[in-house]
């Protein structure tokens, strides 16, 4: 039985292109970059090119792409860099309450700092109001933060406007933008939309593990939260990961391409997955709007069920999805985030998220519904015993 690799929000294969490409800097680039000999010089290419390339997938310069260790420390790299550099100007921040755990506990941290953050709420769709966002920004707020998609339910937050609207505040707060889930997926571009600081994970974009970067725009200034060598502008001291810089330059390389040539396939095959589910199980619930939702992002609850137990079910079918998050998922609460939209506890604890990327076919979609509706069905059978 073939398996079907349906979890990609929480994290993609990697690509053959970046297996070659980080094999051939681990073997012949390994030099140290803060190095003035050739095999440094050599290192300290390759992370120039990394940088134009993530730089050409966000329609930015290469000057302001800083490399970290994923998508987590680029959150808290933000948010904390940018409110500990502005505390003197105030103390109030603002985010939603669906956001990723890597920002809503970096909040939290702030907060036991004595910081004041503001939680937006969402509607049924996962969406903030833009009138919420107007009448809770104050004098004294320093930092905004919205994720662009939630990793959950694919909900899109209207970004550009929230740049329009923070451009015109006489004081600007700085605005973070948590990008991870649709960077490659949908037009991404920081410069254009007011953004500040926007946030990448490789893994995300069929790059290795380990790595990932911060849009941090010219003249923005953050304080930084790793201190040592003062590599990277001083703004994230440590040696650099090398070949995880090398493997994300060619993932963003890579699906850069895919979301110019093919960006409407991701949308196809979640549509097909919607009509057939629809109509082999009409009893489910599709959390959050699908029409405006992300490409690749659908979350679907079965009534009376339990998420867990199903991702389990068709696992056995060879069909890998996720009960949520694969941040927090371990944990056994109940979503965050489905609890913010309002989402019925039955609906909410029989929860899936299935996700595709640009290497799922068409096919494995069409295979994926039968086993789907068997994994169900087993399911009902053994609680109606």
């Known amino acids: 039985m073939k398996e079907i690799y349906l979890d990609n929000a929480a994290t993609t294969p990697v690509i053959p292109q970046v297996v070659e490409a980080v094999t051939d800097c681990l073997k012949n680039d390994y030099g140290n970059p803060s190095s003035m000999h050739r095999l440094g010089i050599r290192a300290e290419k390759r992370i120039k090119d990394a940088k134009r390339h993530v730089a050409d997938l966000l329609k930015t310069e290469p000057e302001e792409i800083i490399f970290t260790s994923g998508g987590t420390e680029a959150n808290n790299m933000a948010l904390l860099g940018t409110a500990y550099s502005r505390m003197r100007r105030g103390k109030h921040c603002i985010t939603t309450a669906i956001e990723h755990p890597s920002v809503l506990q970096a909040f939290a941290h702030l907060e036991n700092q004595g910081f004041e953050v503001t939680y937006l709420p969402v509607d049924a769709d996962g969406v903030i109001s833009l009138d919420d966002l107007h009448k809770s920004i104050r004098e004294d707020t320093i930092l905004v933060s919205v994720m662009h998609v939630n990793n959950e339910t694919g909900s899109i937050q209207p970004i550009r406007e929230i740049g329009v609207m923070l451009a015109n505040r006489p004081r600007k707060p700085v605005f973070h933008v948590d990008a991870i889930q649709s960077a490659g997926k949908l037009p991404v571009y920081p410069s254009q939309w007011g953004i500040d600081l926007?946030?990448?994970?490789?893994?995300?974009?069929?790059?290795?593990?380990?790595?990932?970067?911060?849009?941090?725009?010219?003249?923005?200034?953050?304080?930084?939260?790793?201190?040592?060598?003062n590599q990277q502008d001083g703004l994230r001291s440590g040696t650099e990961n090398i070949s995880g810089i090398?493997?994300?330059?060619?993932?963003?390389?890579?699906?850069?391409?895919?979301?110019?040539?093919?960006?409407?396939?991701?949308?196809?095959?979640?549509?097909?997955?919607?009509?057939?589910?629809?109509?082999a199980l009409p009893d489910a619930v599709f959390n959050g709007n699908i029409d405006n939702g992300a490409p690749h992002i659908l979350n679907i609850g079965f009534p009376g069920l339990k998420g867990e137990v199903l991702l389990h079910a068709l696992e056995e079918e060879g069909v890998y999805v996720s009960s949520g998050s694969a941040c927090s998922s371990r944990d056994r609460k109940l979503s965050h985030v489905l609890k913010a939209m309002g989402v019925d506890d039955?609906?909410?604890?029989?929860?899936?998220?299935?996700?595709?990327?640009?290497?799922?076919?068409?096919?494995?979609?069409?295979?994926?519904?039968?086993?789907?509706?068997?994994?169900?069905?087993?399911?009902?059978?053994?609680?109606?015993?």
């Open 246 to 279: 090398v493997g994300m330059g060619e993932g963003a390389k890579w699906i850069a391409r895919q979301l110019h040539e093919n960006s409407d396939y991701l949308r196809k095959l979640k549509y097909t997955i919607v009509e057939k589910v629809k109509q």
């Open 346 to 385: 039955r609906v909410l604890e029989g929860s899936i998220r299935v996700s595709v990327s640009y290497l799922t076919t068409e096919e494995e979609i069409e295979e994926f519904i039968p086993r789907l509706v068997r994994a169900v069905k087993r399911i009902e059978r053994f609680t109606r015993r």
């Open 198 to 229: 926007l946030s990448v994970s490789g893994h995300k974009i069929h790059a290795p593990k380990g790595i990932g970067a911060l849009y941090i725009r010219s003249g923005v200034r953050i304080q930084p939260i790793l201190f040592g060598g």
